[in-house]
């Protein structure tokens, strides 16, 4: 029975200095995991507000390029137009802007056939804003999956053109 006596206390201190180690262990885990899952909500974050800035660049930019083809007078037809010209340069560099930012395939293609159609426009190929809502739908909705991977949009959807 006396070795109990000195022998309990020291196992009890042996248990707690275990149990005080594991427990510090196991907060510094924690701790660690719940840094590294804001460091990526922090990247997301800002890759999210860059691809933004390069997909409002390349609409502002589309914009433009439709508004200046398609409102030509008749007969203006495929003259050199260097303002024009300029715009489908532009275009195009904010196209590779959205082709170096984006993370998914989808919108790098959709972002192309969207640039290739208004440079077509631009072109005098096309004379109908219609023939560009495919491809910009298809844009738009690319950009939204890509922003908010894994979201649906609740209203709104739209939907391509058959």
């Known amino acids: 029975m006396g070795s109990w006596g000195t022998l309990g206390p020291a196992l009890l201190s042996l248990a707690g200095v275990a149990l005080g180690a594991g ?18 909500i922090q990247e997301s974050a800002a890759h999210r507000a860059e691809l933004k ?14 508004k200046a083809a398609l409102t030509r007078p008749p007969g203006g037809g495929t003259a050199a137009d260097p303002v024009l010209d300029q715009l489908v340069d532009d275009l195009w560099l904010a196209q590779a802007e959205i ?33 560009l809502r495919g491809p910009q739908v ?12 894994g979201q649906r949009r609740t209203a709104g959807d739209s939907l391509a053109p058959p």
């Open 23 to 40: 427990g510090s262990l196991f907060g510094q885990y924690l701790v660690s995991r719940a840094s590294a899952r804001q460091l990526e």
């Open 138 to 149: 298809q844009f738009m909705d690319a950009a939204y999956d890509d922003l908010w991977p």
């Open 53 to 66: 800035n390069v997909i409002l660049k390349f609409l502002s930019i589309a914009s433009q390029v439709e």
């Open 99 to 131: 082709d170096l930012a984006a993370r998914s395939e989808p919108l790098r293609g959709a972002t192309y056939r969207y640039a290739a159609r208004l440079a077509e426009a631009a072109r005098g190929e096309i004379a109908d804003a219609s023939a």
